[in-house]
T-cell receptor
Framework: RKEVEQDPGPFNVPEGATVAFNCTYS??????FFWYRQDCRKEPKLLMS?????NEDGRFTAQLNRASQYISLLIRDSKLSDSATYLC???WGAGNNRKLIWGLGTSLAVNP | GAVVSQHPSWVICKSGTSVKIECRSL??????MFWYRQFPKQSLMLMAT?????????EQGVEKDKFLINHASLTLSTLTVTSAHPEDSSFYIC?????????????FGPGTRLTVL
């Protein structure tokens, strides 16, 4: 089983749609969780951290389910500019052994 | 704030030559920098973790003699791809962690696209 798994998609949705991505992780000792966004041929950019209580930033909502070991990202009212690859990132370990494990990403295409 | 630059942004070289990529944190000090590689349609793969003033820690399967990392100051790390071959063609991205920030936030450079002919 991969350490971090995502459905690669692509997800094709119309403008204004609501879309949700899930990401599962294998290490129950994982401590921090993030969603990054990566545009084609660009570096990843932090979209949001994911907290146990869930968190929302505008149209984006992230949730964590430790019992089932998955995190989710919900995008409401999709915009054309949301088209990108969304990367799930999980961190574990401490000190110099701290590791960020990246998922393969989920591709989203928002269509007019 | 928290800007990371990389140079060059792209490079094309002949097989057998060495290529040096620089990663700089412009407005903060980075005790730790990370080097990633990303092949088309694949995820970011961590190659090595670079700590200022000490030897880099390489991930399994990454040849330390081929990918030389130097982190001589708190704002600069370099990756040298020695004797590059076509299979080394990839997108190389560095990231840096602010030494004051104990969380996992990493700030990424814009990446360097390497093409080896």
């Amino acid at each position: 089983r991969k350490e971090v798994e995502q459905d690669p998609g692509p997800f094709n949705v119309p403008e204004g749609a609501t879309v949700a991505f899930n990401c599962t992780y294998s290490n129950s000792a994982s401590q921090s969780f993030f969603w990054y966004r990566q545009d084609c041929r660009k570096e990843p950019k932090l979209l949001m951290s994911v907290y146990s209580s869930g968190n929302e930033d505008g149209r984006f909502t992230a949730q964590l389910n430790r019992a089932s070991q998955y995190i989710s990202l919900l995008i409401r009212d999709s915009k054309l500019s949301d088209s990108a690859t969304y990367l799930c990132v999980v961190a574990w370990g401490a000190g110099n052994n701290r590791k960020l494990i990246w998922g393969l990403g989920t591709s989203l295409a928002v269509n007019p | 704030g928290a800007v990371v630059s990389q140079h060059p942004s792209w490079v094309i070289c002949k097989s057998g030559t060495s290529v040096k990529i620089e990663c700089r944190s412009l407005d903060f000090q980075a005790t730790t920098m990370f080097w990633y590689r990303q092949f088309p349609k694949q995820s970011l793969m961590l190659m090595a973790t670079s700590n200022e003033g000490s030897k880099a820690t390489y991930e399994q399967g990454v040849e330390k003699d081929k990918f030389l990392i130097n982190h001589a100051s708190l704002t600069l790390s370099t990756l040298t791809v020695t004797s590059a071959h076509p299979e080394d063609s990839s997108f190389y991205i560095c990231s840096a962690r602010d030494y004051r920030n104990l969380a996992d936030t990493q700030y990424f450079g814009p990446g360097t696209r390497l093409t080896v002919l």
